[in-house]
């Protein structure tokens, strides 16, 4: 065996949480580690973006020009080259290869292939006996010295609450979490640490602007470009300086995370991370939000509200925002939900009291 390819499928935690798992495979077969991010989330056109951040160099330039490598799985094998190819081959998919999957092939002939590749996180990253174990390997990453001196630009105090907040900012499937859920865990590590500051890491500005109104004077949070209200996804630009912004920005929030005292997050692999990264929090320590609905898919009979017209118009001479509305119509009654929240049935649209829809809305989704 001469290497173990980690793909980057994801965002930054979820790629980390794959690297974590394949540098744990590549020590237990003495293989060489190849991180492959070239092309995925924050891939950089032309460049390796990973070699770009982090002070451990694993090159991926090598292998991708290299022909006939033995590769496993074989399904694997035309791809090998592609970071996130998203398709299935022989009723396996590309992106859900595990390096428990290549452990537990007692039957395969090691000695036979080139490279395995790993492209998703696996139980070694999930389960609390392994957590001291991959955790190891986590430290092992070294932010390169210009993010490391934009870490400790930041000043945390004694004993910093870490509030992670995935809200999804319209991306379509995310469901935002309750604030005021988050609201009630910071409150009781406030009771214990009174003096304590807040570091509000988001993807949405209008959470930070609401945990400033909550904590004033009390919040710290990174500088980062924020996307327009209900545009989606943070880290989705097309140039290589917006990328390379955007994956510095995660890596800075997930390090100061990681010095926190305390930890309110979002069910996640960033707060994963920062966990990992962190030195010992205690568990007490530690209240992650388990959502009812960690995607959103809408029923067969709903449609997004930009294909009723008129309905459109309203919203927008209201200046509400229609990402995450869906509608669906029978027996001449409209009924319209934000995601899986019901925001009621109306035969006319001069029923709706937009006033409270918009109150509505800003419970649910924040803007």
Known sequence: M?????????GLGGSLAVLAS????????????????????????????????????????????????????AEWQGYYHKTMPHKIVNGLQLSRVTSEMVENSGELDKDNYDCFVVSRD???????????????????????????????????????????FRHGNGEKTVVPPNINWFFEKVNGFLDKSPSSYILVCTDCIEVLRAFEKKYPGKIVSSNKNYPDLGSGSMHLDNNNSERLQAIEEAIVDIWLMSKCSYIVGSKSFFSGVALKLSDGIEKENVKVWSPVWRSHKPASDEFPLEKHKQLSSAFESWQLLTD???????????????????LGSYSSINEIDFQWLKKKLIKFRCY
Do not use: Q
């Open 122 to 164: 696996d139980v070694y990253w999930h389960r609390p006996e392994f957590k001291e174990e991959i955790s190891r390997y986590v430290r092992t990453l070294k932010p390169v010295a210009r993010i490391r001196k934009n870490i400790d630009s930041y000043e945390l105090g004694r004993a910093c609450i870490g509030v992670h």
């Open 2 to 10: 001469r290497y173990i390819i980690a793909k980057g499928y994801y």
């Open 324 to 342: 995450g509305i869906y509608l669906s119509e029978k027996n001449n009654v409209l009924k319209i939900r934000y995601l899986y929240h019901e």
């Open 22 to 73: 394949s540098m744990r495979l590549a020590d237990k077969y003495n293989a060489t580690l190849v991180v492959d991010w070239l092309d995925g989330v924050y891939g950089l056109k032309g460049k390796d973006i990973f070699n770009e951040v982090f002070e451990l160099p694993i090159s991926n330039a090598h292998f991708r020009n290299v022909e006939g490598l033995r590769v496993w799985p």
